[in-house]
């Protein structure tokens, strides 16, 4: 199943950044750096720190008062599925697993759990192409054509602003 961007964009859902850091050489760092400047909505977590970039930073996503809406998970493999054997016990239903957290493991229990998960992209990078995938507008379009016709150039179907 196609997961759904938007609820990481959209509104300002409380996103939880598991793995922030303090090292600007992290991505941990980039990422909440990064989802802050924008003015999304975002709380660190890490076990190992009380701030991260300034901010109070919760040990586990349990200790943070409101549910997030929403995680981005920048950790290692095993460390990745504890935390969305945490996120799934708490109700969170949208998960994102920054390239190199994701595990098969982790992918299946939040696909079993209904969780909408983002995996093998980066939330950076989508952040900045938006929540909707650039290619599905043209895609739809070309789907309207029946093998043999000849369809619109595909710059012809896309619509960009100056």
Avoid at 1 to 30: C, H, Q, R, T
Avoid at 50 to 76: E, F, G, K, M
């Amino acid at each position: 199943m196609k997961p759904d961007l938007k609820p990481f964009f959209e509104g300002k859902a409380l996103i939880a950044v598991v793995g922030a850091s303090n090292n600007p050489e992290k991505y941990g760092y980039k990422v909440y750096k990064d989802l802050k400047s924008a003015g999304m909505n975002v709380v660190p977590v890490n076990p190992n720190h009380d701030t991260i970039q300034n901010d109070r930073c919760y040990h586990t996503l349990s200790d943070i008062p409101d549910v997030p809406n929403a995680i981005s998970v920048i950790t290692p493999p095993a460390a990745t599925e504890k935390i969305v054997a945490e996120a799934i016990k708490l109700g969170i239903k949208n998960i994102w697993l920054q390239p190199g957290a994701e595990s098969e493991k982790a992918i299946s229990m939040c696909e079993k759990a209904g969780v909408n998960v983002v995996s093998r992209i980066c939330i950076m990078v989508q952040r900045r192409i938006g929540p909707k995938d650039p290619f599905d507008e043209i895609m739809d379009q070309l789907e309207k054509y029946d093998e043999g016709t000849t369809p619109p150039k595909a710059s012809d179907l896309i619509h960009c602003d100056d």
